[in-house]
Every structure is written in C-alpha cells, then in structure tokens.
C-alpha cells in the first residue's frame, strides 16, 4: 500500500490494525517481514512523520518485530536498524503525548537489548538536531517516573555492555548525565531511585567518572535521600545507597575536601548516627563499612596535609618523620572528637542490639571493632574518648570483641584472616584509655598483650586459669600463666567497674576465692593485681551474699595483707563496692581510712549534680548505718577537718537529706552529737596549750573545728545537747588574750559565743563565764572600734548579752560604755543597722538606766561629772530613727518603729521641751505622709501626734488623709487598740469636717454596742454556771439522806 510515504493519515487505521494483529498472532511476524520488505522499508519513515498518532502507531508496530524471538535469524535487521534508530531518536526528540514516548521508550529498550552494535547506531546518527545524549536528558527530567526509569534502565544497559562502553562513555559524561541523575534521585518514586542509585554505580566502574564528573554535589544529593530512605524504612535501599557512598567516598575529591569542619563531614556524621539507630543488621554493617571508610580517608588526608604545609612553611629546618606524625596526630584527634561528640549516643545502642552469635552480626562487629581500632590506636588524654570508652564497655563490648576473636571460621574467610590479631590490638587500646597510668604501666601493657595473645578460649573457660598455682620460677609457662591471670583479672576488673559481667559471677566465684588464697603473697607484690583482685572480691561479695564462706576467707586474707602495705593509692578502686567493702569489716584498718577520706575529697571536687546526689546518699546511709564509718569519720576529721566539714554542710543541705526515712535522720542526728564532743574536746586540749603553754596550733583545724561545732549544734538542737562549760571558759579566754593575728579563728569564736548565748537563755552559767572574764570586755570594746567583721559579730555578740541580762536579771561584776557616736555610725550602716536597733530597743527598755552597758554622750556636761546622754544627743537618735522609717526598709521597720516610740516616750518623761521641739518640727510630716498607706500598723505613731496638745501646722493636710483612711478601714477598727475618740477630741477636729465627724462617731458608737453586748453575754454565761453548780451541789448534799 505504501509506496512513496507520502500520505500516512490514510493508512493510519491499517497501521492500528497491523500492530495489533502482530500483538495477537506473534506467529505473523516472520511471515510479513519476508513478504513485505520494501513496506516496512517505507514504514520505517512513519516514525520521522510530523504526526504523533502516526508516529505512535508504526512505532508500535516495530516494537512487536523487535520483541519477536523469532525473527532474529531474518536478514532484514542490519538493513533496517540505522533507521529505526533514526526514528526512535525523532519520537523521542518530538513526541508530544504520553502514548508516543511510552512506545519511543520501549522500543529503545528492546532496540538496545537485542543486539550491542545497535547503541552505537544511537550515537553515530546522533547529530546537532537530534542528538542521543540530548534526548536521554530530555526523558530522565520529564515529569513521568515510568519514562524516567525507562531511560535510566537503558542508560545501566549501555553501560553493562563493558567492551563498548568505553567508546561512548565520555560523551555521557560531557553531556553531564551523571549530574543529571544525582538532581533526579531526590525524588519520591524508590524504583526510581534505585534504578539511578544503580546506574551511578555503574559509572563508578570506569576512571574518567571520577576524573570529569562533580563528586562532592553528588555525595550531598546522596546523603539527602539517604536520610529520606531511613524515615521510609526501606533498608534493602538504603544499603544500596551507602554503596554508592562507599564507592563515591574513594575517590580523590572527597578526600582532599572532607575535614572535621567542612560540611560533607558534618552531612556524613548525620547520616550515620540516625543509621546507627536502624534495628537491621544489613544496614548496620554497611554503615560500619562506611564509617569506617571515613575515617582511613580523614587519617591518610591529614598526614599528607600537614606533612606538605609543614616542609611548605619551613624550607630551611628539615622535617623529620616525627615532627610530621606529631602534626597529623592533633589534628586527627580532633577529627576522632568530632566524631565521638557526634556518635556518642549511637554506638551503645548499636552494641546492645547486635547479635554477635549469628554470622552476619559478627561480620558485621569486625568492622566495628576497625572502628573502634582506628579512633584509639593513637592515645591522647581527652574526657569525651573515655566517656565513650566506659560507655561501650558498659554495653559489653568486650564479650563481643571476644567472641569475634575466638570465632575460628570467621578467621578463614577472605578479608577476615586477621581478624583475632585485630580484635587483640582493640582490646589493648580500649584499656590503655581505660585503666589508670602508672609507673610500670608500658611493662604492665606489654604483660596483657601477651596474655591477650595466649588466651584463645571461651570467657567461661578462661575463668579457670586463676585456680592454677603461680610460681613465677624461671620457667617459660609460669610466666605464661602469671601473664594470662593478670589479663584476666585486668578484663573482669574493666567491665566490673563500669557494670558489666564479663564472666557470671557463680562462675567466677570458685577461682578467684582460690587465686586470692593460693597466691597472695604474689598479688600483695603487685599493686596492680591486688587493686583488681581486692576490687573484684568486693564487687562479688557484694551481689552475692549467698556465697560468702569462701568469699569471707579470701577476704580476710586480703584484708589481713593489706597493713603490711603502704601505697593505698595504687590499689584504690573509687567505687561503692570499695567502700561498703572496706567498712564491711569490723576491725579498723587505716585503708578504711583513706578510702573514707578519698570518698570525702571526691564530693567537694565534684560538680556533676546527678553523681554528687549518688554520691552524698551513698555516704550518708553508711554513716547512719554502720559504726565502724562513724567511728573513722570521728577519728580522722582532725587530720581531714576542712574536707569532712564541707561534706557535712554540703550533704545536709542537699535534696538526699530531704528525702531520708525520718528513723535515718534521728540516727545521723545522734552521730552528729557525739561527732561535736568529740570535736569539743579536741577544742579544748588546743585551747589550753594556746592559753598556757603558749603553743600555737598549725594550719586551720582550729577554726574549721569551731565552725564544724556551731553546725553540729545547729543540726541537733531537737536533742538539747549540752555543751561544756570548760569549752565555754577556754573559748572566751582564748579571745581575750588574742593578738588578732587568726582572724579567721577569731571570728569562729566570737560567732560560737553569740551561739552559746542564744542556745542558753535558760542558763546562765556560759553568760556569767564570759562576762566573769575581766579581759572579756576590753576585747569586746576592742573589736568594736574595728571596720571589719568583727566589728559586726562582736556587736551581734554585745547584743544577745545584753538582752540575756536585761531579760533575765543577771548582775555583773564588770560594765562597759559605749559612745554614742559608734551607735550613730552603726545605724548609718548597713549591715549593723539592725543589730544596733535591737540594741537600742533593748536599752530604752532600762531608759539609758542600766548598769551593764551604758551609752555616753557625744559631748559630755563640761558642769556635771556623769556622761549620760544630753538633749542634742536624744535629738540625733530621734533623727536617725526617723530616717530609717521613712526609708521604710522592711527587715528593720519593726524594730526602729518600737525604738522610736520608745525614744519618744522616754523624751516626754525627760525632757518635755525637747518634746515639743520634735513634735512640732515640720519634717514630721514627711514621716507620717511615709505610714499613710497601713495605718493600723502604724496607728501609735498618728496617735502620738493627734493626741497631743499642741498642734503642728504642718500636719493639717496628713491628719485630713489619716481621718479619711480610717473610715475606709473602720471594719478593722478594734477600739481597744485604735482609740478613734481621741482623733475627735483632738487638736485637730476643727479640721475636720462634719459629715467625717459623724461618720466617726458612728464608729465609735458601734464599737460601744459591741463591748456593752459582749459584757452582757459574759454575764449571763456566769449566771448560768453558777446556776449548774448551785444545782449539782444541792443534788450532791441530798443524796445521802435519801438513803437512809
């Protein structure tokens, strides 16, 4: 039908039908294309037909003798096939609907797959109108997944075919189809995406890939949708993706460009921490792959850099070997930290998932122990490498080391026959970072790699090499055993001490009771092996109290050993086991001391709130538990008296004293009784070497145990402890004769007088020892005239005596006077401001007639001989009392209004023309207008004025505001106290106007009625009891003669 092509609309429809017949009869197709060679030769160009319903259609009709297996042996193909690639590349190119470029697309990928001589046909009739490449770019960024897909999965197919592939693949790379593919993957469709993950993977096989294409843009596109992978859960997907990584990450760009600050680095570190939280082995081990492949780059980068800069910026000094290692060294560490800060969550999570008895887990645990390998194979002193390092014992990474390395068809495998020389060399630098440095610790290392290297066992078959006899003659297997036993012991003490059993303790148990028993003059040698051994006796009495017979012997015998050493630092374990071990024995023993002191230095170094709250309950429920903890914190707190002070305060004040069973805190209570005599008497002893034999006392224990004695007695003072009299009479003395020189010391005693003075108001036995003193005076005046704290705490001390002589009447042998210009000056201060006013208060009480303290004037009567006070001196309290109300501080309002209007009542009384000064002098009003707002508080002092005879002018608009506050306030009146019959008989009721008279009066009135009320109602109440007794009597006095 068709001849010249130049009408294909109107065959359209045979086309259709053509194509599906050879769909339903596949058996047609070598028949018609034999038959009917020159038609498909004009067919062909159908597909180049500027229509897509035509294109469409013979397109489809190719498609189906394509896909024919039949037709391979035909000659018809290498005739027709330079066409047909013509046209493929025209629909692709020009189609415009779906339906032409789903067919372009198809047929493209049977084209190709049939026969690899077709790919090149693709691109040598590639040209500057159509062009492969071009098409292929214009499919993978169209809008349709399936036609993406389409492409990619021919792009893989060109690239499988190895032996071509090298002739066309620097035009795929020219034409940026790798950069293409890496924008296409942040996509949404997984088949997609993987089908370009693939692809990529492909491109990797060939040099020129990484050569020409733009890596680092697209590592970040792959760790995009590898992130968006993990919160998909596609994990078969997301192993495929850290392939890519892996295989992207070998190459130079990455290299050169990944440092601990760059961005990739901090992308890569992202990734693999939320990997690390995925519950699938696959994913893990691939992760570890790729960790581990991160960090050799970053190693091998660093060494290469610094050692360039460093022979670049130093051309005249020669640069050793050493010089550049050092270089590389810092600066990998912080890589190493970068990496930790970053993981540190990730890995214990991941150690307590796997598995490490299946195959894949320990597959999967050797690249973690490369890992771990490459962080600490170069030690460095850094708190966040052994924090992590704890954290991975505690979630049993050495059970999984150990059974990596005792796997024997682990060690066969290809990549993995070093595997347990691998997994020896982890577990020696996990406990160099691990154990405490000593002075033989390179001999001591050098012993567990030995140890290491001859322990090939299971851990529970290891355990029976402590139950062998250690001779350590000169014969090469006693060194062997001495060797394994002190790893042993080495490993079981790390993983103890951070909370995780290497071996069960039923089974540990039985050899190390022998190993202690048999071998402990050897263990005693060794300060390294008698910490470990000591510790793990501990820590299995400790959890297992069913066992303790043979635990109680080897015990004993380690215990008994440990007074004949003297280096307790080097076999000290901070650890609660240590501790309840060491107090566990009944017999004192000075390593039970100097656990306790390290325990004590322990909480005041400490900052971390968490441990310092483990720490303070530990201590405190030994100290209310057990007396041989009382009787050594008693005995050394005179060696340790600052240490075991803080701890005190410090732990009392915390929230585990908050939350102790009541029966504890009674029990703590009674220690701290007998802890303050204790102290009292060692007090006491100094003092009387200090007060005699004139011996000072070194260092500071004297007024650390003083200030530790205030405390005692203020923590129990439920208990009313007794203090000493003689403490009382040597404290004193001791003040009285210092030359100020420890003034530390000195304060303690004055502030342990004020105590005393207080605790004892019942008992005056401590006041008449310290007034009795006749120094004690001259040292008080002494402190007084000082401008420092003792100033303040002997005026603090000067007050409690006075009030408890004043209260209780006590008469003292000596006195004391004070001018009145250092009461003036301390309540111009601050900090006395108070004190001085309760002092003040106090001796208005007397009204300046008391004989144990006496006030002195400023400017004494030159006529008279006494140096009582004038009025210029009343006139200057009245004005600094004034002053300090009107400041209206509130700690001290109370006090200076009690001493003020006992300042003014002793004035009335004195002096009446003073009096009348102060009453109508015109700064009164400011002091008034000060009280307006609470005049009930302030009611006496109103009162003073409103009640007096003369009035002050001034103070016409205050009374104005006072009446009016007291009708706001009259529901609160109470007439007894608030007299508001003197405000209307007053000097100033002409200003007041009648409707407030009235309104008054009505108050009065009111509170009136009220009394008159209660008194009839109190009447009646007699009445009526006295009624009832009147009755009860009469019925009790007749009783008896009813009887008879």
Known sequence: MIQDGSNYIKYLHYFHLLGRLLQLFPDLIQEVVLKNAPSLHHMINGMMYPSDDVRSAVAYIFLQIYSSSSIEKAGIFPVIDSVVAKGILSILKSGLTKDVTKIGLALLKVFISGESKRILLLFENSNEDVNFVTVLKKVIISVEPVFQVCAVQCLCHILSESSLAENYIHMLIAGSIPELLFEVINGNNELLIETIICCILMFTRYPLFFEKCHILYGITSVFDISTKLINNKNWKLLCLAFDLLISLTSSEQYSVASSAQSSLFDQALKLIEKSYKVRNLQVLLVVNK??????????????DLYGAEELFSCPVIESTEESISSLSKINFQEVIQTCILALDEIFVPYCLLLNTNSSVGKISFFHFINVLYAIYEDPFDNPILLNFAKKLVKAKVFNHIWNVKTDGALSTKIGFEESKERCNQCLVVLLKYLLEKHDDFDAYMNCVKNGLNELNCSLEDCSSVLSQKCELQNHINSFKLHSVQVTFLCLCYVCYLNNAL????????????????????????SAVTAKHLIFLLAACMFENHKCQIGLTEASTIMWDALSKITFFNEIYTHHEVLLWWCFRNPLFNPFSSFVFQRWLEFSLNMKKASILYSTFKILLDLLSTNAAAQETFIRQFESNSEISFHFLRNSYDSEVYKTLDPTIIEKLEFFILALAQHIQNCIIQLLIMENHAEKKTEGNFLSHALECVLWCFGRVYKINPQINIKFVFHVTNFCCNSNFENKTTLLCCLKFLQFVSKKNENDSKAWFVMTGNPKFFPFLQKCLTMHNEFEIEALHLLVITVIHQIDSRLKSSSSMKISLIYILKWLNNPNTKLVCFELLNKILDMEFNGTFLRIKSIKPNIISTEESLNRSDLRLLVFHAQNSLVLGNPTIEKV??????????????VDSALENHIMLQPWSRILLESKLDNILVSWKLFEKWFSYKTENITLIGVMQQFTNRVLTCSEDLNQSDHNVMKLCSGVYKKYISKETKNALDKIIQISENSCITQDVQESNVISEIENLVTNYISKNSCSPATKD
């Open 502 to 525: 290497m071996v069960n303790s039923k089974i540990l148990i039985p050899h190390l009771i022998y190993y202690a028993t048999c071998n402990s003059e050897i263990v005693i040698s």
């Open 290 to 303: 790729f960790f581990n492949r991160i960090l050799r780059i970053l190693r091998e980068h660093y060494q």
């Open 896 to 909: 200076a209004f009690m001493s003020y209007m006992k300042l003014l009542n002793y004035i009335s009384k």
